[in-house]
DNA sequence: GTCTATAGCATGATAGAC
DNA sequence: GTCTATCATGCTATAGAC
């Protein structure tokens, strides 16, 4: 809280850069994930952007953990189930192919041990799966799922299904990525 | 067959650099696909290798062509049931991480509709979704799965499964993508 | 048919003025 | 803090020798 004003300064500028870049990319879409690019988009020099940022992997990778915040914000909260909030995101995602194509292309490069943001989407992977099978086992204490459902499997499924629809909705946008999901959540929770 | 001598070498020898591209992809994996480390990978110079093809974007696209091919004749054909031709293609890529990371970066690229294998991967999504839907269809027919399974539905979200499970695993090979299908198929399969 | 050499472009990063 | 300018790199594609 108290720190040099110009750190805070910096601070700040960081997070209304990140927010201003959502705002564009969502907007105006994406091609490449190029910081010149992403530079004009925020009105800034290549160098002005990159001197809140160390790299350009460094950059990105901030967006997307931005924008997973931002998304928790608007569709999670306790009050709202969450497979709802889940749907929420998805069909917000429709509506922004820009984020999307960011998304898909910077989660990709990251699958190189090599790459900066390597760990950075080990933990979220893992750490989304925990999520979604801890909620999994609750259904199943509650009787709502099978037991012969194994909760880590399908959390691992329910993840690659939702990133593995964006390469289809990409390819043809005319596939409704929330109506499918919707549909494996029926196949998950229907009792045999 | 009675092509002229130089064309029907160039066509052979085309098919050559894909065997080998694939199997050297295949054995020593891969980082970047540029151009330059697949013809050095198969003997060629950059130029030498391009001869064969009018630009990066074909080469890649062929290769990952002749691996349907391989993988069909491999897994495939008429006496396999064909979610074990599935899961044995899957099984065999848990053996050739270089593949499916060629896989994923250029089938990732072809989402860009300026991209010149985005038809090529429309048409391959489509392609693969009509024979597993029709294959739903049969089973359903069968009385081996249920009615209110939408065939369409489950054929898209069975490829995006098998697609983003390849994400999962390459930021965690310790993930077996294979099971994971399998069970995929448990739970569509099962009767309420 | 295959090579060497190079053109031509886009990128990320940095130096230095203001 | 932000810019302009530039550097260094990596890439695809092509020209031209052999």
Chains 1, 2 share one sequence.
Request: charged share 25%; hydrophobic share 45%; with cysteine.
């Amino acid at each position: 809280m108290a720190r040099r004003g110009s750190y805070a300064k910096g601070i700040a500028k960081r997070e209304e850069i990140l927010t201003v870049a959502l705002d564009v990319i969502a907007r105006t879409g994406y091609r490449r994930a190029s910081v010149r690019e992403l530079a004009e988009a925020v009105d800034l020099s290549q160098a002005g952007l990159l001197h809140y940022f160390t790299s350009k992997e460094e950059l990105f990778q901030e967006i997307l953990r931005k924008r997973d915040d931002v998304d928790l914000a608007t569709y999670g909260g306790e009050s709202v189930h969450p497979i709802d909030g889940l749907l929420g995101v998805i069909s917000h995602n429709q509506e922004v192919p820009g984020l999307v194509q960011l998304y898909v292309q910077v989660s990709t490069d990251a699958c190189d041990p090599e790459h900066p943001s390597h760990a950075f989407f080990v933990e979220r992977y893992a750490r989304i799966r925990d999520v979604f099978a801890q909620f999994v086992r609750a259904e199943q204490a509650a009787g709502r799922i099978d037991d012969d459902v194994d909760p880590e499997r399908v959390a691992a499924l329910f993840v690659a299904a939702a990133d593995g629809l964006q390469t289809q909705w990409m390819l043809d946008p005319s596939i409704d990525m929330a109506q499918h999901m919707l549909h494996l959540w029926h196949l998950i929770t229907r009792r045999v």
